[in-house]
């Protein structure tokens, strides 16, 4: 993944209400939510929510030869930020949509959305995703869960360090560095 793409993905994830507005202090305050995951409990996903949850995250960021979603700690970073970041209101909207995608799935053939065959998780996120002019439901708290979930990801430090390798933001000009000529 290139830097201009993490930082149109960290833009996207900007767009949500309740992050600060300057790229760099949304990038500090993930990486500051990131410290506190060990020791912080789920506070607002009730089982079958957090269950949702990492099963989404896990399919948009799969693990393969880098980390997934869930390896960094996404659903908990995701729950860290509706406990103490999302208002009332936001939070409720969310959760509702959780809801609203676990009853989409019954259509589908299973009561809770993790119960789908892969094929159909697949289709149900292709719609969901197709979906941007919803301001509630499924769609909606689908692309905040999108959002967050690329937030969390590449503010985690294993994928800053091991993944990108790349300094977001640099502390300041380094004037002793070698200039080498372009041939």
Sequence with gaps: MRRREVVRFLGAALALPFLPRGAEA??????????????????????????????IAELIIPETDTPGATSVKVPEFIDLILTEWASDDEKATFLAGLSDIDARSSAMGSARFVGLPAAKKMELMTTLDAA????????????????????????????????????????????????????
Excluded: C, W
Excluded at 39 to 47: A, E, K, Y
Excluded at 163 to 172: A, H, R, S, T, W
């Design 26 to 55: 949304a990038i500090q305050l993930g990486k500051s939510l990131h410290e506190r995951l060990g020791d912080v409990p789920f506070r607002t996903l009730n089982g079958d929510q957090r269950a949702l949850v990492t099963n």
């Design 132 to 183: 941007t002019a919803d301001k509630t439901g499924a769609a909606f708290t689908f692309h905040r869960l999108k959002a967050l979930t690329v937030y969390g990801y590449f503010t985690s430090k294993p994928v800053e360090e091991d993944i990108l390798k790349v300094q977001m933001f640099f502390n300041g000009y380094q004037g002793n560095v070698p200039f080498t000529p372009a041939v």
